[in-house]
């Protein structure tokens, strides 16, 4: 059995700080890319991170330079640490596992207020 847990989202003002965790179990998890995607309400899921075997990362603009996502394999735990957070950041942040199948978490709300 697959499951991914996420945690560390709440409530946080402009320009404040969360850090983010999914914990991963039933995978090997240092043979998966993980990924943090997001949803806002009316919109699509998108890919806001995403970190590879080789510790090689990739983000969107929209969080390029405030957003960060690491790995520790030997926690099977990837994160991702958002600073200066704006209100358009507020969503549903999910973590993913993708190696020959893509496994999901239940997500995490971060919401962050005008």
């Known amino acids: 059995q697959v499951h991914l847990v996420e945690s560390g989202g709440g409530l946080v003002q402009p320009g404040g700080s969360l850090r983010l965790s999914c914990v991963a179990s039933g995978i090997i998890f240092s043979l998966n890319t993980m990924d943090w995607y997001r949803q806002a309400p009316g919109k699509e899921r998108e890919l806001v991170a995403a970190?590879?075997?080789?510790?090689?990362?990739n983000y969107a603009e929209s969080v390029k330079g405030r957003f960060t996502i690491s790995r520790d394999n030997a926690k099977s735990t990837v994160y991702l640490q958002m600073n200066s957070l704006k209100p358009e950041d507020t969503a549903v942040y999910y973590c993913n596992a993708r190696f020959r199948s893509s496994y999901w978490g239940r997500g995490t709300q971060v919401t962050v207020s005008s």
């Open positions: 970190i590879f075997i080789d510790d090689n990362t």
